[in-house]
Structures are given as C-alpha cells and as structure tokens.
C-alpha cells in the first residue's frame, strides 16, 4: 500500500506553517487539494488563483503558480486564462461571499457556459478576514457582526444553496459537490474528481467545502464541530450533487 | 498559425470599429475578450467573424468586469489579449485595469467613448478622458493613446500591443462613437513587413518547468500588509512610468512660433481643430495648434515649450474642461492665459472653433 | 495609589466597545504588574479592529516587560484591510505562567471570544472587566449600560473609563462614575475602578466621589497609529 506523505509535495514550505487561525477549515482543504495535485501529477501546470478575504492568505501557500485577484473576480480571471491557455488546469479558490455575493454573476456565467475550470469555494457562514459579518450562507437564525440579533430572514434573506444552483444552471458534463472538512476523504475525492473533469475537458466543475471558523464563531473545538456537524450539515447537506455521467453520488 | 490576415499595404474603406478589429489581427492579437456596449460592439463583431480564420480567439463574458478580469487572465498567461468597452463599460472595466496597473499586467483596452454622465449618449464625446487616464484607486500609471482618424485607430491599437508588452503598463486606446462609427479610407498593413517588430509576450504563469523543483513559483499579488511596502513598490512603478515618458509621449503641434492663439485639442475634436487654425493661418493670422496624442503620460515639456511662445491658450473639447484641467496642471507657472471652448458630449465643428478664435482676436484688438 | 492585594495569578480580560478604553487598560494593567517584577502575558484578542490595537506596541511593551501575544503586521499578507486571524499561541495562553491580561474587541457575540482560549470557560480566576465609557452613544446611561453588559453575558465588574479624549473633566468623569456605579448595582456587579488619564488622576486622588479605586493610565495607544 502506498503511503501519503504527510505534507504534499507541491505544499511551499518556506510559508509553513501557514497562518490560518487554529481551528479552520482553509488548512484541511489547502491539503487535500494538495495531496490530489501531487497524485494527479499537475504541479507544473497547474495555476492557483485566491480570492480576496481569508482565502487570500493561500497567495504563497503552494509551489505552483498563483495569482491573487480581486474580491469575486478570481472566476474571470481563471477563465481568461484557461481560455488563452487550455493546457493549463486552473483553480480558482474564494469565499462564500466571493462566489455567492459580489462575484455570483462570474460564478453563475462560467457555469453555464461550461468553462472548463475548477471553482473550489469555502462556506464558513461569514464574512471571516473583515470580521464576521453575514455572508449568503450565514444560517438562519445564526448571529454575525451584522445580525447582531441573528439572521432574519424575512430582513436579511435565505442562505444561498450554491451547489444545488451550480448543478442546476451548469451542462451535462459539469461535477457538482459539496464536501466538508469534517470528512476529508470524501472532500479529497471529490476535488479529485472536479480536476479530473476539467483535465478530461468534460466541463465546468465546482466544489463547494463546509468549513469551520472558529475565530468568528466563537466557538472552542467541541462547539466548532457541533456547528458544522449538527447545524450545518442540516442546511447544507454534503454529497455530489451532478457528476457527469449523470449519476448521483 | 492560419495564414496572414494582410500581405502588402491595402487600401480599405471602413468604420473605426473595424479598423480596431483588423489592427488587433495584423498586431497578432491573440484572444479578445469582451461584453457589448455602444459604441464598440462592431470590434467584437469584426473579430468573431475574422477570428476563426486566423485562429484567433473570443469570449463573451457577462459584464464589463469579467470582460477585464478575463482580459488579465489572457495577459498572465501570456497572450496578446485586448478587450474594448465605453461608457458605462469603462467605469466597470476601471476596476479590473487597476488589478492591471498594480501588477504591472499588459493589458489592452480600446475605449469608444460615449457621452455622460450614466448611460447619456453613444456618438461623440470626449467626457472619459479622467475616467481612461486616471479611473481607479491609484495614480494613473498607465498609457493613453487618443486618435483622430481611422488610420491612427490602426496605426496606434498595434502600437498600444508593443507599448504594454514593452513597459508593462495598462494601454488604451481612446477613440470615441464618432470615430467607431463613421467610414473612411485607411491603409492596412502588417507591421512586422513594415519592419515594426512586435514586442514579444510572456507567459507569468504556467511556464516551463515544475514550481519548486525547476523554477521559483509565480505568486503573484495585489494585496500588501503594511504602508511602506506598498510606498515601495510604487516608488519603483513611478520611478519606471517616469523613465519611459520621454520614450512614448506623442504629439502634433502646427505654428506653434510665436502665437496670438495656440489651440490645444485632443481625439476627434483635433479634426475641427486642425482644419480651423490652417484656415486661419493662411489668412495670415497667428494661430496655431497642440495636439496631444498621448495623453498619459502627457507631452508637458514639448506644451510648455509651444505654451511659452503664446499670448493666448484656447481649449477645445467635447467634455465640460477635462482636456482643460490637464492643460492647466501642466501648464503651472507659466502666466499664458487660458480659455475653454468646452461643449460636453457634442460635435464641434471647424466653423465654431474659427468663430471662437475669432471673438478671442477681436476682444484682444 | 493604595497597594492592590494581588492573587497568585491575575488573570483578567478587558472588554468593551471601540474606543471604550479597553485597550488602554489593558496595557496599563499589563505595564503595571510588570513594573511589580511579575511575568505578565498580554493578549490581543480583539479580532474586531485589530490592526489599532496592540500589534504596533509589541516592541515597547517587549521593553517594558510585558510578553505580547499579537501578530505583527508585517507577517500577514492582507492584515492591512484589517485582517481578523487568530494567532495559534493566543489560544493558549493561559497556560502561559505568571499573569495574563486579555484586550477582548467588542462584538455581537460578546465574551464568547474566551471560547477561543482553551481553559477559560473553566478558569475560576479569570475576571472579565466591562470597560465603560459613557461618551459613547451605546454606552450612555444607566439602562444602555445594563443592555451593554447583559448582551456580552459573562462580565464580573465593571471599570469606569468615561473621558472625551482631549477634553475630558472631572465633571464628565465623576458623572461617568456615578453612571457606572448606577448600572453596576442594577446588574449586581462590582465597579472594579475609575480609570483616567494620569494628570487628572493626580486631582481626584486614590478613591473616587464614590469610593472606587481610581486606576491613573498613561496613554499608549495613540502612539500605536501614528
């Protein structure tokens, strides 16, 4: 049986251990989707791109080529250079209020447009690197800096159901997932399975991650897990949503 | 490659639209990314037609910000990519070019300006002269290239390729709807048989070479932590626009000795302009004109230079004194008055600009 | 000053609004129980703000004694927009030996931050101080008070650090004083003391108009900015 390695090859170590606050989730993702570059053997083609907010702090996270963009316009920029470049596997990685809110037009077009990309977003509930405000996928009821007195909906709106609305608008040969941090193996396979589809030139492909956020939760470890186990996972349930041969995981 | 869009000159008669789309072709444009917007939506319908046979490529994107965005994409990963917007457009694409300016990314952009403010109009304006020179959150390092006729169109999109790629500076080219929409004749050519050498690209990402093993990694950002690194690193990018002013700045002057009137014009407008001080000039009159074809970096040395020798500065625009407020920044120090013929978003004609200088010269007698 | 009976280990957090004086606090206390010859950790714990909080003090707060847990700015690619990460050590810190003083941000979940810190739900000793200044608007008057202190839940006293900055009197502290004293006997909590600048402290004396202990503070932070 071949064993992993610990720390993935393509992981840049000069920048370890990386600055993530203890507890979230970023870490968890940042290793699978590294232990799958290696095993795909992508490194040298692969282009990283990070959003703005905590994902930004991935700019260096990598030995492989990355570039940190603007707040929602990693997706354009991924695709402009999928576009130019086909050759090269891009991943565009952001928040939830990078995909769901100021770049939703971006993610929404390149889906049905069948981008060959890979979108891998991190749904934490909140705005985290400003400081924990609401994000489309905050919880109802749930409390953030700006629902101080928790989420109305009938004020401040539903959480966005992105996969389901990616599987929905996205083509026959899209893969559409949702995994989280709290199943790695699951969460691994499906971003295999994403950079495979965009490898294969099948289609568009997007993994949504529930992932932990203790700072702003403010949450020790047992509550974090509760919140993404229990609550969560009630709200957003995990699970492949559209692989292309149309089969449902 | 496909074959070669232009062998030899060739005479054509076309829209500006499509001289921006056949320039792009001869200056080996690769991809052009684009949303559409009136004016320019005849650039996008020009290269999706000639595109394939050339293969070249397109993508139309959902809005102006990924038409940027995307447009950054192509750069970094080492094409010839362009997109062309106006109005609106521009004010979108404002964001992605100030990505561009922070990381030095070469785009190319062709703006067609409308009139405003918000949607207003779609002919002839020249109210995105701030907007192109100076739009975003930073100092205006970037390179703007502002024609008169169809043949400039062509003549300086294939030169705004090989500036960006150059100096790795965002470059426009400003145009406006007049110019995007009216016919008239221009050469085409291929610039490399003409013996002007395309600048060649490169790819920042997904180069040869394995990240970490064979070569460093690109990591490429916009963001800083603290103010002094930030203060760095655009006293580097200052410090380089500034140096390459003098090799890039364009312009035209006519009479520009001893002047009782030195008209100042830029774009469309220029026409008018040119035609009203040579009339004027063999009538005997002392009048002549400056004409900046580069308007960032701006020609301040060669405007002081004319300025100084004149009793009077008239400027001429189709904005309410964007032209005007460069000139007098540049002017600063020099006691030379300055006047404003500033009618925002419509034409000027020769005749206006002549019964103006006129009214100037009858007031001075 | 009247000397303080000090515990084993002074484990206190500071909490409060923006520009409550928190902060302020929490470097007077740490520089004072550092000036006692005592290991003393300070905590930047306010992930609200905190780019204006401890990080541009670490190295003269390191002069005077004082072991700073807080990111420097310089290590964290983005920190400039204000960046909202959790430094791993400050999740230990109680384990640090000696005392450890908390500079807590204030925000809508209040003193549920210390779920952050291992072992601080548990410590007994740990006191968490509201600091309150009645200048500001949510903090205001008696019931805004009670409001204030029952949202952040967990709170065993409460620190008057009424002032107007630059223009403050002793007016506006005595008032903010009998405010405070209000509102603490409203909540059943202690009014721990009146903290203020140290040229007006010297006018009030060790006690205040209604007998809590006056704390002079000199000011560090507005350094911090410029």
């Known amino acids: 049986m071949k064993v992993l390695p610990k720390i993935p090859k393509s992981w840049n170590l000069e920048t370890k251990p990386h600055k993530f606050c203890p507890g979230c989730g970023h870490g968890l993702i940042l290793k699978a989707l590294g232990q799958v570059i290696d095993e795909l053997g992508i490194q040298d083609r692969v282009v ?40 090269l596997v891009v991943v565009a990685y952001m928040g939830d209020g990078g995909g769901y809110a100021i770049g939703s037009q971006h993610l929404v077009n390149a889906a049905t447009r069948d981008d060959k990309i890979t979108v891998l977003l991190v749904n934490n509930t909140n705005y985290a690197m400003t400081g924990g405000q609401m994000a489309p996928t905050t919880m109802p009821g749930q409390k953030t800096e700006t629902t101080p007195y928790g989420r109305d909906v009938s004020e401040a709106g539903y959480p966005m159901m992105g996969p389901e609305m990616v599987a929905a608008i996205s083509q026959d040969g899209a893969y559409v997932a949702r995994g989280s941090v709290a199943r790695f193996r699951k969460l691994k396979e499906y971003i295999k399975k994403a950079l495979e589809n965009q490898m294969a030139m099948r289609g568009f492909s997007f993994v949504e991650t529930l992932s932990t956020c203790p700072t702003n939760w403010r949450t020790n470890a047992e509550q974090t897990w509760a919140f993404l186990e229990d609550e969560m996972t009630k709200q957003y349930p995990p699970g492949e949503l559209k692989t292309p041969t149309g089969k449902e995981g | 490659m496909g074959e070669k869009p232009i062998k030899g000159e060739q005479k054509a008669f076309m829209t500006g639209n499509e001289a921006v789309a056949w320039a792009a072709l001869a200056a080996g444009a690769d991809i052009m990314y684009g949303y559409p917007i009136t004016p320019q939506n005849e650039i996008m319908q020009y290269w999706t037609r000639l595109a394939p046979k050339y293969e070249k490529k397109f993508l139309q994107t959902e809005d102006e910000l990924s038409a940027g965005f995307t447009t950054v994409g192509g750069v970094l990963a080492g094409r010839r990519a362009f997109t062309a917007t106006a109005g609106p457009g521009n004010v979108l694409m404002q964001e992605p070019m100030s990505m561009a300016e922070a990381m030095r990314i070469p785009t190319v952009v062709v703006v067609q300006q409308r009139g405003g403010p918000s949607t207003a109009t779609v002919i002839y304006s020249q109210q995105e002269v701030t907007l192109t020179c100076f739009g975003g959150n930073g100092e205006g390092l970037r390179v703007v290239y502002s024609t008169s006729s169809h043949q400039e169109l062509f003549d300086y999109t294939i030169k705004a390729f090989n500036t960006a790629w150059k100096y790795r500076f965002p470059t426009f080219v400003l145009a406006d709807g007049y110019q995007a929409k009216m016919r008239e004749s221009l050469v085409l050519y291929d610039p490399q048989e003409k013996g002007q050498k395309m600048v060649p690209t490169e790819a920042f990402v997904g180069k040869p070479g394995t990240p970490g093993e064979d070569r460093a990694p690109a990591h490429l950002r916009n963001t800083y932590n603290i103010e002094e690194e930030l203060m760095d690193e655009l006293a580097k990018d200052i410090k380089e626009y500034e140096e390459m002013t ?120 | 000053m009247k000397q303080e009976q000090l515990p084993p280990r002074v484990l206190e957090a500071y909490i409060g609004e923006y520009a409550s004086g928190k902060s302020e606090n929490a470097v007077n206390r740490a520089i004072e129980l550092a000036g006692l010859g005592r290991r003393v950790t300070l905590v930047d714990l ?7 909080t401890l990080r541009p003090l670490k190295r003269a707060l390191g002069e005077k004694g004082v072991i700073v847990l807080a990111w420097d700015t310089s290590e964290l690619i983005g920190l400039g927009e204000t960046g909202n990460i959790l430094k791993p050590e400050v999740r230990f810190c109680l384990r640090h030996p000696g005392d450890v003083i908390l500079d807590i941000g204030y925000g809508a979940s209040g003193v549920q931050v210390l779920n952050l810190v291992e072992g601080a739900v548990e410590e007994r000793d740990l006191k968490v101080y509201a600091v309150i200044n009645i200048a500001r608007p949510m903090t205001a008057t008696v019931p805004d008070i009670i409001d204030h202190v029952k949202l952040l839940s967990k709170v065993d006293g409460l620190i008057n650090n009424s002032h107007l900055g630059e223009e403050t009197d002793l007016e506006f502290i005595q008032e903010g004083a009998w405010v405070v004293k209000e509102a603490a006997a409203a909540l059943g909590l202690p009014v721990v003391a009146t903290s203020v600048m140290e040229q007006l402290a010297a006018e009030i004396g060790e006690t205040d108009w209604y007998g809590h202990q006056v704390r002079a503070l000199q000011r560090y932070l507005p350094q911090a900015f410029w």
């Open chain 3, 46 to 52: 306010d992930l609200v703000e905190p780019c204006y």
């Open chain 2, 246 to 365: 003098p090799e890039i700045t364009e312009y035209e002057e006519f009479n520009t000795q001893d002047t009782d009137v030195l008209i100042v014009a830029h774009g469309i407008v220029f026409r008018s302009v040119a035609m009203a001080a040579r009339e004027l000039a063999e009538e005997g009159l002392k009048v002549g004109y400056f004409r900046p074809i580069t308007l960032r970096p701006f020609p301040r040395q060669e405007l002081q230079k004319a300025a100084a020798k004149a009793k009077q500065i008239l400027v001429v625009e189709s904005a309410y004194g964007q032209l005007l407020k460069m000139v007098k920044d540049n002017l600063y120090g020099l006691d030379v008055p300055i006047k404003g013929y500033l009618r925002p978003g419509v034409g000027i004609t020769p005749e206006e600009v002549v019964a103006d200088v006129r009214t100037i010269l009858g007031e001075e007698e």
């Open chain 1, 48 to 87: 990283f791109g990070c959003d703005i907010g905590c994902s930004l702090l991935s700019w260096d996270f990598f030995n492989v080529d990355s570039v940190q963009t603007h707040h929602g316009r990693t997706t354009p920029v991924m695709v402009g250079i999928k576009r130019a470049n086909p050759e």
